[in-house]
Each structure stands twice: as C-alpha cells, then as structure tokens.
C-alpha cells in the first residue's frame, strides 16, 4: 500500500530535522548496500548507523530501502529521495567552488557540460563575454561528454548547464533546452586524399572501402553516417577508430592516404587550419541534430547562469545567425 503523504508536514519535519549526514547515510548506504558495510566505512557502530536510518525513514514516514540476504535496495521513494540527495549533495560541492572562486576574487564557479564537437571558440568566447570585467570574472570546470551522460549530470545537479545535441533520442525529461545552431556534415581527410575524392561524383562502395574514423556508438553523428550506407544498401563501414577527439582525429587524417571522417562542419572547418587536413567538396542532403543549451526546468539559476545563457546565446548568433539558421 503506497503511504500518503502531507506535503506541508514533510517540509516541517525536513527543515526541523534533516541534517547533511542523513544525505551522507543515504548515499553510502545506496552504494554498499550493507548497514554493516557503512558502519565501517564511516566508522560507526551498527547500533549508530541503523537508529540513523531509522530516524531517517521516520522523516519520510515510509521504509526507504528494502532489506533482504541480497543486500538493501532502495524502494520507489527511496530511489526518489537518493535522486534529490545527490543534488543536493553536488549542490553542495558547488556552494564550496563558489566560495572558493569569491576568495579568489571571482564572482562564482560555472561547472559547465559540452559534448566534443562544440568549438573551443564558442565556449571560450561565451565565458569571456560573461563576466568581461577581469575583477569580477568566473571560475570554470568544464565537463566533457557525450549529451546522455552529460544529461545525466545535469538532472543530478553534477554541472549547471549543458551545451549538447537536442535530438530525438533525447531524453527531456525536467529540462528546457533553447536551440543556439546547427552543424551542417563535412567529409574530410588529408589534403592528398580530398584531392582525389574531388575529381568527380563520390563512389560510396568504394568510400566502404576505405578506412574510417567515426565517433562513440550511439551518437547521433554515428547513426547518420550509418544511414548514408544503409541507404545505399551498403553495410556501414566498421571504423579503424572510434573517437569524439578532434585532435586525435585530425591527426590520423593527415598522416594516411586511405582514412576518412565526417565531421560537423565547424569542426572539420577548425581542423584545416589546425591540423591540415582537407574538407571535400561533397554536399549531404541531411543535417546533424541542433546544438542546444539544456538547463533544468526547477528553479535555482543564479546571475551567472543568466549571463553565461546571454553570452553563448549572443556568440552563437554573431557566428552562425540566429539559431544558426
């Protein structure tokens, strides 16, 4: 039977009662999943942790875990209280970054989430741009990921901002997301290479041929370019590599006359003057899914999250347009 709950008498007893160790208990309990185990790895008693427990699950006015010779398992609210714990664990963790970038003079630390196909420039340009008066600057950690993971991280309070893929696959749930631009495909390889692939129409079984260098599975970069084959009737081609490393990419085009890529155009744009490699003159008929900046839909945005929202949201106009349109 689900327990009812009083919503008005749960804040009460929380603001009156819960204490850090409680969400500290919480935790290490969720990742040993023995009272035992915590015990000793708090260096506690037993007797300790469990009245902890007990006084704990009394707050909420329901078992928080369920016990059995397997271990302890959370139940449907525990999972629910876990969740807000480790947000407000990492809330926490941020409180002291922004304390820590006060005293140094600065006016908060920004943990930022960026997939790795977003340009150094866009986000170094956005962070300058925030807080352009050096006397009042910000600290940055920058979180770089894949935009599931990185979601993740953003609905557990691990980073304030994402600047990832809105696509469909994406899982929205309790977050906005504002579209900032979109990334055209590019096909690149050594300058040799491109040469060559320019001189007349693209041959894609002979393009399966070649050796190629694609992102993580999953991504949506990677499911488009299996697309192209698979629309073709071709098997898609395996990738001697699989990396989201433009630097690493970049160098492997360079240095073989047989490995290609495809790349968001910016990237592959930056990798020419960088690492010399060559784009081919080859037009897609599809685009990737829209770079976007993803936020959590509750409240809590600080003035530094504004003006780092109003800073990328004004880079990105000013090098691809609006919306990148």
Known sequence: MTPSFDPADIVRKLGARLKMRHLTLLLQIEQHGSLTRVAEHMASGQPAITNALAELESMFGARLFDRSVRGMRPTELGRVVLARARAMMQDLDHLARDME???????????????????????????????????QGLTVTLHEQISGPLLAALRDHTVDVVVGRASASVDLTGLDFEVLYRQPPRLV?????????????????????????????????????????????????????????????????????RTVSILPADIAEEMVHVAGVAIVPYSFDWTLPPIARFTRKEGGQ????????????????????????
């Open 189 to 257: 390889a050594s300058r040799r290479l491109a040469a060559r692939l320019g001189r007349g129409p693209l041959d894609w079984r002979d393009m399966a041929g070649l050796d190629w260098i694609l992102g993580t599975p999953h991504t949506p970069l990677r499911e488009q370019v299996a697309d192209v084959f698979l629309g073709l009737g071709l098997t898609p081609p395996t990738p001697i590599v699989e990396s989201d490393s433009s630097k690493l990419i970049g160098d492997l085009l360079v240095s073989s006359e």
């Open 302 to 325: 600080r003035d530094v999250d504004r003006l780092f929202a109003q800073a990328l949201r004004q880079v990105c106009r000013d090098a691809y347009g609006a919306a990148g349109r």
């Open 101 to 135: 970038a006060v005293a140094a003079g600065r006016a908060a630390h920004l943990h930022i989430g960026v997939i790795p196909f977003v340009p150094g420039h866009i986000l170094s340009s956005a962070i300058q741009r925030t807080l352009p008066d050096a006397a």
